[in-house]
């Protein structure tokens, strides 16, 4: 009878939880592992559609950038036109002031010579108000 009672074996709650705390543990690692691999593939995904997403931001921000360039070069030129344009017209204005003063100091010294020649010629002078 003890080879009997060698052979049979009793279950106890020690046993279980043993069993149970190792095939938990097992499951654990298991679930870990599968994670661990989906994690990866998961960041792996996302820096591929980061860089993806950085390559087209980029590039629109070169097609912006020209775009813009192309902009300023257009308002730098339409600028400088309207530059030169006022500058020619400033030109011709101050021209013609140069020519009103250089012809007011004509008319007043003509003026001052035919006072001279009234005044020694004919007697009268002539005198403003």
């Known amino acids: 009878m003890n080879e009997e009672t060698k052979n049979d074996k009793y ?4 046993h ?8 938990t543990q097992v499951i654990i690692e298991a679930v ?3 994670l661990d691999k989906r994690l ?7 820096r591929s559609e980061l860089k993806e997403t950085e390559n087209s931001l980029r ?8 775009e813009l ?3 300023i070069d257009s308002v730098e030129s339409n600028l400088g036109e309207k530059i030169d344009n006022l500058q020619t017209q400033m030109d011709g204005a101050v021209k013609k002031q140069e020519d009103s003063v250089e012809e007011n100091t004509i008319i007043k ?4 010579q035919m006072k001279s ?3 020694e010629k004919l007697g009268v002078e002539i005198r403003a108000i």
Request: hydrophobic letters at 30%; aromatic letters at 4%.
């Open 109 to 112: 010294e003509e003026v001052r």
């Open 117 to 119: 020649v009234f005044k």
């Open 59 to 66: 590039s629109e921000l070169y097609i912006v950038r020209d």
């Open 69 to 71: 360039n192309q902009k």
């Open 40 to 46: 990866k593939k998961t960041e792996d995904n996302l």
């Open 16 to 23: 279980l939880d043993k069993r149970l705390s190792e095939q």
């Open 32 to 34: 870990g592992l599968v």
């Open 11 to 14: 279950i106890t709650e020690e």
